[in-house]
């Protein structure tokens, strides 16, 4: 059963400029980190219901809790977490660490 990280970030008021740090320079750190099977970026072209507004929702695909753990705390890991917070995506983002329940 693979262990998922879900990071779900928040409409930006200025959509070219986080898409130009997150697609050119954060995905491309993210696809580094040691473990990950499958990086899911999916860009939100609707809001069906629910009063958060999302702009991206990203799943982090690992064989098992241990390797996201791992891969979070290698330097690929921790250089994702200083990009993110470089370009102000931590105040945007919220990470959620899952396991498979189906």
Known sequence: ????????????????AFDKSYFDGHVPLVNKMPGLLENRVNKVVQNIAGEQKLYVITELVFENAEAAQKALGSEEGKATSVDLASWGG?????????????
Do not use: G, N, W
């Open 1 to 16: 059963m693979t262990t998922s990280l879900f990071v779900t970030y928040r409409v930006p008021d200025d959509a070219a």
């Open 90 to 102: 931590d105040k945007l983002a919220s990470i959620y660490l899952s396991e498979r329940a189906v």
